[in-house]
């Protein structure tokens, strides 16, 4: 018969096995926690934002025309962005949409059309101060006035929209101050207004036709 100290010996070599398999499971667990916890690190994720852009600017107009809208935006520094010059400062112009001139790319020989008609303005840094926002009638195709959505969205620390508009662009050589706000010592956008203001050197060159 087998002692009490031996019996004890024996649940215990028993027990081994399983022990080992839960300390590994447990480990495993641990790795993957901090596996996630890099990926789901908040601060990583800002700071990765940061870099592209404070504020964006985008005007939208209706899919499928022709019609050529263009985003002039002044900054507090008085330079001007537009698709003349896509890049003063810390204002950035993504891309000139020209309508439907510049919406279809081949690859491999195939067509594909993005027919959105979309202008966006980047604010890479959020210096204080005031910024005109002008929306210009380049080239028209369509006979009635045309709406353009114009929208400001914040981006840090968190997404927010902070203006959006529907302006009625008349035709072609139609200018008009979309809004101007400012941006605060805070970063914060604030005295949104519509005094108007001309942003484009257009003004002694062409006589609007829609006015006629
Ligand atoms: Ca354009
Ligand atoms: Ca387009």
Do not use: C
């Not at 926690?33 to 939208?60: C, D, G, H, M, R």
Request: proline share 5%; aromatic share 10%.
């Amino acid at each position: 018969m087998a002692s009490l100290y031996l019996q004890k010996n024996r649940t215990a070599l028993n027990a081994d096995p399983f022990i080992d398999l839960l300390f590994n499971f447990l480990l495993g667990f641990a790795f993957l926690f901090l596996v996630a916890l890099l990926y789901i690190n908040p601060e990583a994720k800002e700071a990765n934002i940061e870099k592209q852009a404070e504020y964006i600017i985008s005007a939208t107009w209706p899919e499928h025309l022709k019609d050529d809208i263009d985003l002039w935006v002044r900054g507090p520094d008085d330079q001007t962005v537009s698709y003349l010059n896509k890049e003063v400062g810390w204002l950035h112009l993504d891309r000139d949409d020209r309508g439907e001139i510049n919406d279809v790319i081949v690859i491999d020989g195939v067509e594909k059309i993005h027919p959105i008609n979309q202008e966006i303005i980047t604010i890479r840094k959020k210096h204080s101060g005031e910024y005109i926002v002008n929306l210009y009638y380049y080239d028209a195709d369509s006979e009635k006035p045309l709406p353009v959505k114009l929208r400001i969205d914040r981006v840090n620390p968190r997404f927010q929209t902070v203006y959006q508009d529907t302006i009625i662009l008349n035709g072609v050589d139609d200018e008009q101050t979309a809004v101007r706000f400012s941006i605060d010592e805070n970063g914060g956008a604030e005295r949104f207004s519509q005094l108007p203001a001309t942003l484009t050197p257009y003004a002694l060159e062409h006589s609007p036709a829609w006015a006629n």
